[in-house]
């Protein structure tokens, strides 16, 4: 078993580019989650995937960010225009169900610069 | 808000040293996990608890849920350097909810 997958490792990218991070999931993992960690906020929810359906985007804090999940197997998060408060190490992780360990993927370290 | 607040926020000791983090919240959780986080990687799960007043050992890491489930704590016996790392409590409000953070604890063990 690879574990979750996450691309890119790191990105560095300047204010107003399009950045698209990249999350393959545990196969048979029904939920799929992305967090972003700061030191200031540490690890928030920003959204979660149930059979790859957005059940929950309340975290995510703007317009700019979206989410998708075409299949089981894929999901990306793309934030259009970037900018500098966005930089952040950005997690994905899957479960099997809703009561259970979450399995986090190694992360996207993004600067905004 | 946040909604678990860990203490303390880092935590320095010697080798062979006893330490005890907590996690405490005004809410109470159907279930509580400990994970534990490395540098540049994500953080990996220790521990389950989902009972008031559960205890739970993990070699020589001890973990108790709070009798009215509002509150963990993580007891490490004769720490050593292996044990380095970000502590990190999650509670789940319920069965369907996902899992609210804390911002975790610092350990740094030094040999």
């Known amino acids: 078993d690879a574990g979750v997958i996450q691309s890119p490792r790191h990105e560095v990218t300047e204010m107003g580019q399009e950045v698209t991070l990249r999350c393959k999931p545990i196969?048979?993992?029904?939920?799929l989650f992305w967090y972003r960690q700061t030191m200031m906020r540490g690890l928030e929810l920003l959204i979660y995937?149930?059979?790859?359906?957005?059940?929950?985007d309340s975290g995510m804090p703007e317009d700019r960010f979206s989410a998708k999940m075409p299949n089981a197997s894929f999901s990306t998060l793309k934030i259009q225009p970037s900018e500098p408060r966005d930089s952040a190490v950005y997690f994905c992780?899957?479960?099997?169900?809703?009561?259970?360990?979450?399995?986090f993927g190694s992360g996207t370290r993004l600067t905004v610069v | 808000t946040q909604l678990l607040e860990q203490s303390p926020q880092f935590l320095s000791i010697q080798e062979g040293e006893n330490l005890t983090v907590y996690c405490n919240s005004s809410s109470v959780f159907s279930s509580l996990q400990w994970y534990r986080q490395e540098p540049g990687e994500g953080p990996v799960l220790l521990v389950t608890v989902v009972t008031g007043g559960e205890v739970k050992k993990l070699k020589r890491l001890t973990f108790q849920f709070g009798d009215a489930r509002k509150d963990s704590s993580l007891h490490i016996t004769a720490a050593q350097p292996g044990d380095t790392g970000l502590y990190l409590c999650a509670g789940q409000y319920s069965g369907n909810t996902p899992l609210v953070f804390g911002k975790g604890t610092r350990l740094s063990v030094i040999a």
């Open positions: 196969s048979g993992h029904d939920y």
């Open positions: 995937f149930n059979n790859n359906v957005p059940i929950d």
């Open positions: 992780a899957s479960s099997p169900r809703r009561i259970y360990g979450y399995t």
